[in-house]
């Protein structure tokens, strides 16, 4: 009998064989982007460019990259503004 055979035989021998894992769920709540969810509406609000919330976020302590102050923008119904020449 080959290797893989003998695998097969010794998992259908079990008596409940794991055929589905249960996948790990990722935590429901995003305490970083609550905290911050009001002060980027309101810099948004005054035509701060995504670039600009997040390191205006970051010097007051509450670190989110862009792409994190994009997802609370749109789900606050905001369109995404173009980046700020540098």
Do not use: Y
């Amino acid at each position: 009998m080959s290797a893989q055979g003998l695998r097969r035989t010794v998992f259908w021998r079990e008596k409940s064989p794991v055929f589905f894992l249960v996948p790990q769920h990722s935590p429901r709540s995003q305490p970083r982007k609550s905290a911050a969810r009001d002060l980027i509406v309101e810099l948004r609000k005054t035509n701060h460019s995504v670039c600009e919330i997040s390191e205006v976020l970051k010097s007051r302590g509450t670190p989110l990259r862009p792409t994190a102050v994009r997802e609370v923008l749109k789900c606050r119904g905001f369109r995404c503004s173009p980046s700020s020449p540098r």
